[in-house]
């Protein structure tokens, strides 16, 4: 129907559909739109009105058209059906999954983050492990964040376990003593921030447990809510080391790394070192591929940490064991390109790019439409082409690439060409691009490093 796999035949899907899946919802909902659109027969509203009616929403949220080869749908047409099944809604669970595509839209629906913060809040009134989403919308939503609303609805995410159930999640302990710590939405308060992550370190042990040990480490060192205490902290970071060497892989591995990003902004403090130590922690106990490319991103995406000749030495690592791996192939087809910590080849870097984007690295083909363009490698044809398969793939993510021309780890800054990509997803119907698009200004702020 769409043509995306390379033959367009409308007849033909609509005599697929209707002969073999006339029966199902998915099916009744692309009959109705090949009546409504005259695709492969007769237009006829009425029928596709008929089955559009039919359609039994009362047990899934309606989201017939998330596949990357569905024909693009105009933004309202599942409004009607994801409305109907909120009205036959009978608990929150089902109220949270509407929300939760208003929140991010789909094909066929725009996202609408009033109507999606109205349907949590209602979520959330019949059943209050449902304030979860809300806080969540808060801290990750690029439009809606606000650290004040995170925190009350974590608030009353925790509320509501320590009011109804016998146990609080310790997630929600340690999301709420980092908050107290850093005075993400709430004043600074060492000692309530100490108390939660006890909690949280406390048995049956779960996945922020070894971390919340840390946590407790980083306390009593720096006398957060306690006197100081050095030796204590040297004691409870032996303890979360025993805990990790215990633990099978990839469990102990990603303790191990979650660990050293708690010395990211925002976690415990920005401490450089300390990341890397517990870095070096997991490449020594855990090796594997992607604490390689943790130690590559340690050396490339912070400008004040940039070291492309250690980055590259981290990159031939991971060559030895992955050497077909599409990101090793563009991360080293992109610095033969611009000779960032080894010696300058174009000819070398394009046909790795080549080779990355044919194992579908869209950064990769990103990458080359650029240097087409510009004259590195100019083929304006080529250019051309390779930005058309961006736009004709649904997954591509043009705010991803687009930070990547700001923050530095495409080592070329081009904030005129952050803003084409954006535009270039806005025109294709990518929200989260328009939204960025519309709020250039903030959105260089964020990632200009």
């Not at 447990?209 to 407790?216: D, F, K, S």
């Not at 979650?258 to 130590?277: D, T």
């Not at 495409?410 to 519309?438: Q, V």
Request: proline share 4%.
């Amino acid at each position: 129907m769409s043509g995306e796999d390379g033959e367009k035949n409308p007849e033909k899907a609509f005599n697929i559909i209707k002969n073999n899946y006339a029966y199902d919802n998915l099916g009744q909902f692309w009959l109705a739109y090949c009546y409504r659109n005259g695709i492969g027969t007769k237009a006829d509203p009425d029928k596709a009105d008929k089955l559009l009616a039919s359609i039994d929403v009362s047990d899934r949220v309606p989201n017939f058209a998330f596949f990357k080869n569905a024909p693009k749908l105009p933004d309202d047409a599942l409004k009607p059906l994801v409305e109907r099944y909120i009205a036959g809604a009978k608990t929150g669970r089902m109220l949270a999954n509407a929300a939760r595509l208003y929140l991010r839209g789909t094909n066929g629906l725009a996202p609408d983050f009033a109507r999606a913060i109205a349907l949590y809040e209602k979520a959330a009134a019949l059943d209050g492990s449902l304030f979860e989403n809300l806080a969540n919308a808060y801290k990750d939503n690029w439009v809606l964040k606000d650290d004040k609303k995170y925190f009350e609805n974590l608030s009353r995410y925790h509320d509501f376990f320590q009011k109804e159930l016998p146990y609080v999640p310790h997630k929600v302990y340690f999301d709420l003593a980092l908050c107290h710590l850093n005075g993400r939405g709430t004043a600074r308060d060492g000692a309530k921030a100490l108390e939660y992550f006890e909690k949280a370190a406390e048995r049956p042990y779960s996945t922020k447990t070894v971390p919340a040990i840390e946590a407790l480490a980083y306390c009593a060192e720096k006398g957060i809510g306690q006197s100081a205490d050095p030796a204590e902290a040297a004691k409870l970071r032996k303890k979360a080391e025993a805990l990790m060497l215990a633990q099978t892989y990839p469990t102990g591995a990603k303790n191990a790394v979650a660990i050293a990003n708690l010395y990211n902004k925002g976690g415990l403090e920005y401490n450089p070192e300390r990341k890397l130590r517990w870095l070096e922690f997991s490449r020594k106990n855990f090796p594997s591929l992607s604490i390689l490319r943790e130690f590559y991103d340690f050396y490339t995406k912070n400008p004040k940490l940039r070291d492309w000749k250690k980055a590259n030495e981290f990159l031939d690592e991971h060559a030895k064991y992955a050497p077909h791996s599409p990101w090793g192939l563009y991360r080293r087809g992109l610095s033969l390109v611009v000779g960032a910590g080894m010696e300058k080849d174009v000819s070398k870097g394009v046909k790795l790019l080549e080779d990355a984007a044919l194992r579908n690295r869209k950064e990769a083909t990103e990458f080359l439409a650029y240097i087409y363009g510009i004259g590195v490698a100019r083929d304006e044809k080529k250019a051309e082409k390779l930005l058309a398969e961006l736009l004709n793939n649904r997954e591509t993510n043009y705010v991803h690439l687009a930070k990547k021309y700001l923050d530095g780890t495409n080592f070329i800054t081009d904030a005129d060409r952050a803003k084409l990509l954006l535009k270039l997803g806005a025109d294709n119907g990518n929200w989260a691009a328009k939204n960025r698009l519309d709020n250039f200004e903030k959105f260089v702020a964020e990632n200009k490093k």
